[in-house]
């Protein structure tokens, strides 16, 4: 049976976003045990089966304390045990060439423009863009999951489009545990993102916090352990801006989306973010996004888009004057792009085309 190695992950399974999290959903799809595809994920994790289909190989090191080991340790590993290699974003940057070089098939998913995240400095920036080099030229496919990032990459016929996949629309009621966890005693906006200048958080709580109280709070959820939240968004900590640290509860964050009067999603850095897949299958209240392309091709008329701040604080208002009886209403769905079945088929098709070479 062909073997599939999957790195760039610390392992399954995981409380982390983006990649790590596509991994998880990918090798858990219970289909892959009817096709001869098997997968290793190469990590952090102890070396044993993850499911029928899915094992897990430890490289040795942690991703965090030996990063440029950890990338060299599971290239060598993957290429030697396996017969194709899933890269998921590019720090594997010059050994990317290894698998290649070695007869075997690499695809690349670049998981965004993590050289336009303004967190880094223009230095690390630089850096970021030269590490983008090496990965896609070596990668027999680049795995874009927005169209837009066609033109970000210049990959021609070498990328293929394959989006996150969306969870079933459902409409969750707040329970008390999440009620008294997050402290809910009245109407609430809600964001829910990495608490980084790429993502406009603040963009959004200086056009809420400009209305003062009108008896709505605005609920943030994130780690307030990053330098943006320290030297930025700190300052509006307090009164009806709540934030309320990290969530990891997947039923938590799913009543949180499903009550709220509003959502914003502000993620403005290249693709398909996840957290917008789980707001357009969640949220009943406005779903209100950063105007950007990324957003637009995901949401398209399901969403509203504002990149100023007095026509965002505008639209807060509005909505908190229809309150309660006139509430935005929306019927939470999922685009056909992002079902499951869609992206199990194009992952085993591209399977099967680079392993056929």
């Not at 045990?33 to 993850?50: I, L, M, Q, S």
């Not at 008896?215 to 943006?228: A, L, N, P, Y």
């Not at 992002?338 to 199990?344: K, L, Q, R, S």
Request: proline share 6%.
């Amino acid at each position: 049976m062909p073997t599939i190695a999957l790195i760039g992950t610390r392992g399954l399974p995981n409380r982390h976003g983006g990649f790590e999290r596509f991994i998880e959903l990918l090798v858990q799809d219970p289909r892959w045990a009817k096709t001869d595809v098997r997968f290793v994920v190469y990590g952090e994790a102890e070396n044993g089966p993850y499911n029928a289909w899915t094992s897990q190989r430890n490289v040795g090191f942690t991703k965090d304390s030996r990063k440029l080991r950890f990338y060299f340790r599971s290239a060598m590993l993957a290429t030697r045990e396996c017969d194709a290699v899933l890269c998921c974003s590019v720090p594997l940057s010059i050994f990317s060439f290894w698998p290649r070089l070695n007869g075997k098939p690499l695809i690349m998913n670049p998981d965004g423009c993590e050289w336009r995240r303004t967190k880094w400095s223009l230095l690390g920036r630089a850096a970021i863009a030269a590490m983008y080099v090496p990965a896609i030229t070596a990668a027999s496919r680049v795995v874009i999951d927005a169209e837009a990032l066609r033109e970000d990459f210049h990959l021609g016929s070498k990328g293929v489009y394959i989006p996150y996949s969306a969870p079933e629309p459902a409409v969750h009621p707040l329970n008390e545990r999440t009620r008294e966890r997050v402290g809910i005693t009245r109407p609430y906006m809600l964001l829910i993102a990495r608490l980084e200048p790429e993502n406009n958080v603040a963009l959004a709580l200086k056009a809420f916090h400009a209305l003062g109280d009108r008896g709505v709070d605005m609920i943030v959820v994130g780690s307030t352990k990053t330098r943006h939240y320290e030297e930025t968004l700190s300052a509006m900590d307090g009164g009806n801006i709540r934030f309320v640290g990290p969530l990891y509860d997947q039923q938590m964050l799913d009543e949180l989306r499903s009550n709220c009067v509003a959502y914003f999603h502000g993620h403005s850095v290249g693709g398909t973010n996840p957290s917008l897949l789980e707001a357009l299958s969640a949220v009943t209240g406005a779903l209100i996004c950063h105007d950007n392309k990324y957003n637009r091709e995901v949401a398209g008329d399901e969403a509203e888009y504002y990149g100023d701040p007095k026509a965002l604080s505008a639209r807060f208002a509005e909505i908190i004057e229809a309150l309660p009886d006139g509430a935005p209403a929306r019927a939470p769905r999922r685009d056909a792009r992002f079902h499951p079945d869609a992206i199990f088929d194009r992952y085993l098709a591209l399977f099967q085309e680079v392993l056929a070479r």
